[in-house]
């Protein structure tokens, strides 16, 4: 499995990026997959989630200002995000379970990308 991000970079605050996340060598149908972001000195956590059906989850945070779509034949998943605030600077991870039920704690999701840095100032 391999997990390639891309669409990261420096914005001003109020501004847009829209991620992407492209997933190959899945096997597994309709896995749960989500976006995750980490801070220097922080723990990894929870952004938004997409059950294979199309359930999303998202923490409140960005509630109202992130958005969490997916190309499901292509496992292709994206994360628009609009009104950016530089708390929102992060790594941002992109990551799948194979398995059943998509959680929330990053120890329940086997593949990750490499990131991406997302900087707003």
Do not use: H
């Not at 829209?18 to 749960?32: E, F, N, Q, W």
């Not at 200002?65 to 605030?85: A, C, G, P, S, V």
């Amino acid at each position: 499995v391999q997990l390639v991000e891309s669409g990261g970079g420096s914005v001003q605050a109020e501004g847009s990026l829209r991620l992407s996340c492209v997933a190959s060598g899945i096997t597994y149908k309709g896995p749960c997959m989500g976006w995750f972001r980490q801070q220097p000195g922080k723990e990894r956590e929870l952004v938004a989630t997409m059950e294979g059906y199309g359930r999303t989850l998202y923490v409140d945070s960005v509630k109202g200002r992130f958005t969490i779509t997916r190309e499901k034949d292509k496992n292709i998943l994206y994360l628009q995000m609009n009104n950016l605030k530089p708390g929102d600077t992060a790594m941002y991870y992109c990551a799948v379970r194979l398995n059943s039920g998509c959680p929330i704690r990053p120890s329940d999701f086997s593949e990750w990308g490499q990131g991406t840095q997302v900087t707003v100032s």
